[in-house]
């Protein structure tokens, strides 16, 4: 997989199983943690700079139902869904709970990310072994609760 530095490549895939990876505009990959167990989506969130924090979610079939809900809570920010079948790449964005009317470019945005996230979506980057990662199991609805009573800062 190529270094951080360079684009992630958008070119053909190899078959394999689909997988999906979502990227939240969210700096704090505790408080994402939090939300993401507020709304019942268990991921790895892996922090990577000049994104925010991708969540590569544990059961990739429930990715667009958890990007439904934690776009709810995620007030005013998009949650993307890039999802890789076979050789194709798709994404789509979510706001308020609703997905968006137009499918956003996922090989433009994989081409001009960090080339961590495509080595999550294509699973040659392990989420637990990435610096700063936290899975969102667990009981962190306290935790969650507090850190939405508090000032609204997503970054």
């Excluded at 969210?26 to 994402?32: G, H, I, K, S, T």
């Excluded at 081409?111 to 969102?136: C, H, Q």
């Amino acid at each position: 997989m190529p270094d951080d530095s360079t684009a992630a490549s958008s070119g053909p895939r190899s078959g394999g199983a689909d997988r999906a990876v979502l990227v939240v505009p969210v700096n704090d990959v505790e408080r994402l943690a939090a939300l993401c167990a507020l709304a019942r989506l268990q991921a790895s969130a892996v922090p990577v700079p000049g994104v925010g924090c991708v969540l590569v979610p544990d059961r990739p079939a429930e990715t667009e139902a958890g990007a439904a809900r934690l776009s709810r809570l995620v007030r005013g920010a998009d949650v993307l869904v890039v999802r890789r079948s076979g050789d194709r790449d798709t994404g789509a964005a979510w706001r308020g709970g609703l997905r968006g009317a137009v499918d956003v470019d996922a090989p433009l945005l994989l081409a001009n990310w960090p080339a961590a996230v495509e080595g999550l979506l294509a699973g040659e980057l392990d989420p637990a072994r990435a610096g700063g990662v936290r899975s969102t199991a667990g009981s962190r609805v306290r935790v969650a609760l507090r850190l939405l009573s508090g000032p609204r800062r997503w970054s």
